[in-house]
């Protein structure tokens, strides 16, 4: 179990089971034509906040067995996760633009009337990859469970073929497990990883 800092945003509570540094092991198993390519990971994940209405979200990956079990950067990505709802002119932005007036959801009571007809809270998670690949994930969150579908996916042109991705994650005997399934290299959507994570911090 983990303690609530009672000092988080309200908007953030939903979300604050993922809060923390997380490190495991996973498995890349993805078919792509005839071939399967597997491997086993190592993988670092840092959920933080600092102030704001959105969680920071930090991963790195390194693959294990053999040579390659020398932590050398497999895969990292960076990203922000919020509740989605329409911002209002108390909300920073666009740009550096501070917000006017005071914050509507700044107590339970208020993100609670977030919920949506299922009884969950809807989320907009944006991931930038340094392979010139940017998502923007809608999902939702219902207790420690969040579930994700891309919205959009931009590539640069210098990017490999990605067209879409999901993304599970859940809170189970206290450990994160997730899994991510992409539509890339002209495949359709399946299973490309999953990893089982621990807090250490």
Known sequence: ???IDASLPAEIMPLSWLLGVWEGTGVIAY???DGLREHEFGQRVAFTQEGGSH???ACTTWLLGGDADDHRVLFSELGYWRLSRPLGAADPGPGMLPGVGEPVFTSADAVETLRNPAGSFDIEVAILQPGGVS???LGTVAGPRIDLGTDAVVRSASAKEYAAA???YGLVDEHLLWAWDIAALGQDLRTHASGRLARVD
């Open 55 to 57: 969680v920071q979200y």
């Open 1 to 3: 179990m983990f303690d």
């Open 31 to 33: 078919r792509v034509g």
């Open 135 to 137: 998502e923007l994930y």
């Open 166 to 168: 999901t993304r599970l």
